[in-house]
């Protein structure tokens, strides 16, 4: 069964700084990596997919895929007060859809 | 634009009662999904769908019941609510099995 491990937080960060979340994987053959970011009573929203090893920005946001070592991060650059949420990581690779992790709290301090 | 909704976002039932809870896409998705959501516990798969009238279990089915009559539709039914049913319920619907997402707004569900 495939586990996505993701630390809970909170993570605090200053205003303007970069935030890094982490996310490791237990199962090789998955093939599709997301992150999603969930404000407090809302549902879950896509920021990110990344396919293929390496790094893929998209604005203040920049996905990092190592499948070696099984691992995905997210990079949120200049970071904002509204950037505080909880950010899950899911994968894709099995019939039964994604396997979420369970959101690392992220709380951005101006 | 995607649009997944939901038939409520909050819903207040007592025990025993039949509870249904809808979700509607229209993005001609084959695949649906149905989770709950507690504090310390994230997301946990209900049931999915891959297809009209085909039905799989998830990690949690126990209480719960679907419906997928028509592609765009389905249907969580909660055959006899207790209060440890409790919970954000969340609506999913994806084209391929591994592919994006794309979620509902949630129903708050209260069983007193």
């Known amino acids: 069964q495939k586990e996505v491990e993701q630390n809970s937080g909170p993570l605090s960060v200053p205003e303007g700084a970069i935030a890094s979340l982490n996310c490791t994987y237990s199962d090789r053959v998955s093939q599709s990596f997301f992150w999603y970011r969930q404000y407090s009573g809302k549902s879950p929203e896509l920021i990110m997919s990344?396919?293929?090893?390496g790094d893929k920005e998209d604005g203040r946001f920049t996905a990092q895929l190592n499948k070696a070592s099984q691992y995905v991060s997210l990079l949120i650059r200049d970071s904002q007060p509204s950037d505080s949420a909880t950010y899950l990581c899911a994968l894709g690779g099995g019939a039964d859809g994604l396997t979420f992790g369970k959101g690392t709290h992220l709380i951005i301090q101006p | 634009d995607v649009k997944v909704t939901q038939s409520s976002r909050y819903l207040v039932k007592r025990t025993g009662e039949k509870v249904f809870l809808e979700c509607v896409q229209d993005?001609?998705?084959?695949?649906m999904f149905w989770y709950r959501q507690d504090p310390g516990l994230g997301l946990r798969l209900i049931y999915f769908?891959?297809?009209?009238?085909?039905?799989e279990k998830g990690d949690i089915p126990e209480g719960y019941s679907v419906s997928r009559e028509k592609k765009e539709r389905f249907s969580l039914i909660l055959e006899s609510a207790s209060t440890n049913q409790t919970s954000m319920y969340l609506c999913?619907?994806?084209?391929?099995?591994?592919?994006?997402?794309?979620f509902g707004p949630g129903t708050r569900l209260t069983v007193l």
């Open positions: 993005m001609d998705h084959e695949n």
């Open positions: 999913a619907s994806s084209l391929g099995a591994s592919d994006t997402q794309y």
């Open positions: 769908s891959y297809d009209v009238k085909m039905k």
């Open positions: 990344i396919y293929s090893n």
